[in-house]
């Protein structure tokens, strides 16, 4: 399905796994595939893929009989122990196109985008319990200012959260519009879209924990890559890509990097560009939602 999902930074970030045509890879969002047949394009026949993917949809773009390539319908936050089931470990690369998939957001019924009057979903596993409208109307008011504020970045979170518990005492808040009727007198003028952007992104990370997911990937990610093993990771928003950064330079995701007795650093990934990888203008003209990307490579280190 070619307009599942245009893919990001495609040439920029599968020139940076450093393609070895015998080696075994990893793409942890197979989404529409795009990706995923530029690295078989450049497998032999005894290199490997494995590419995961927790929504049900992906299923549909999967190559068909290619004995390099092997589908794991999983959340990545599952790595190590499904390419252990695999016989994956060591791999050579691994590749992440983090965010929402054009598909997800074009599909009404998801409740990803604002542009649809559809249920307040955003479950991009349909398996889980807990969806959007279960947050908004759930959680208790400091709850609500918490993601909102921590995930959304949402200037008035606070005000935000209360308004949410008052209108919700009324009429649970159950579609789009319902939350965007609520949204609309607390967004600055002209910057209505941006503000309903910056809640459902606070809704979406809360409902399918994805910072929680990509800590447990990054963690685990050092122990699946054998040594000079490539890392590459594509990132929406700055809280995103501070976590990325933080494990590339640090090992860790928040304080100063450690260090043993004779000074070397404890932490298994050096970065191979300082500063992340950022679309050019002719690749945002094409695709707007590339805007935001930020692409950073690291390799595996040594063991000392």
Do not use: W
């Not at 045509?21 to 893929?49: C, Q």
């Not at 600055?188 to 990509?214: H, P, T, W």
């Amino acid at each position: 399905m070619t307009d599942y999902h245009k893919p990001v930074l495609l040439e920029e970030s599968v020139e940076g796994l450093n393609i070895n045509p015998e080696g075994t890879y990893i793409d942890v969002t197979f989404g529409g595939g795009g990706h995923s047949r530029a690295i078989l394009s450049r497998l032999s026949d005894k290199g490997r893929l494995i590419a995961f993917d927790q929504d049900e949809d992906a299923a549909g773009n999967v190559p068909r009989d290619d004995k390099r390539f092997t589908f794991v319908p999983q959340n990545f936050r599952y790595l190590k122990k499904y390419c252990r089931l695999h016989n994956a470990i060591p791999a050579s690369g691994i590749l992440a196109d983090l965010g929402v998939s054009s598909h997800q957001f074009d599909s009404p019924g998801r409740g990803f985008s604002t542009r649809h009057n559809a249920m307040l979903d955003m479950r991009m596993d349909r398996q889980l319990e807990s969806n959007a409208r279960d947050v908004l109307n759930t959680y208790p008011e400091e709850a609500l200012h918490r993601i909102f504020g921590m995930y959304g970045e949402v200037p008035n979170a606070r005000t935000l959260a209360r308004n949410i518990v008052v209108a919700r005492v009324n009429k649970a808040l159950d579609t789009v519009e319902e939350l965007k009727n609520v949204l609309t007198p607390l967004a600055r003028r002209g910057s209505e879209n941006k503000y309903y952007a910056q809640v459902f992104q606070a809704l979406r990370i809360e409902v399918n924990e994805e910072m929680d997911a990509l800590r447990e990937l990054l963690q685990q990610s050092s122990e699946v890559l054998g040594q000079g093993g490539r890392l590459v990771v594509i990132s929406y928003h700055s809280l995103e890509d501070r976590l990325v950064k933080n494990f590339i330079n640090k090992g860790k995701f928040s304080g100063e990097v450690e260090k043993d007795l004779y000074g070397n650093e404890l932490k298994p990934f050096e970065g191979v560009n300082k500063k992340p990888l950022r679309p050019g203008a002719e690749e945002i003209s094409n695709n707007s939602r590339a805007r935001s990307a930020r692409l950073r490579i690291a390799v595996k280190r040594s063991a000392k």
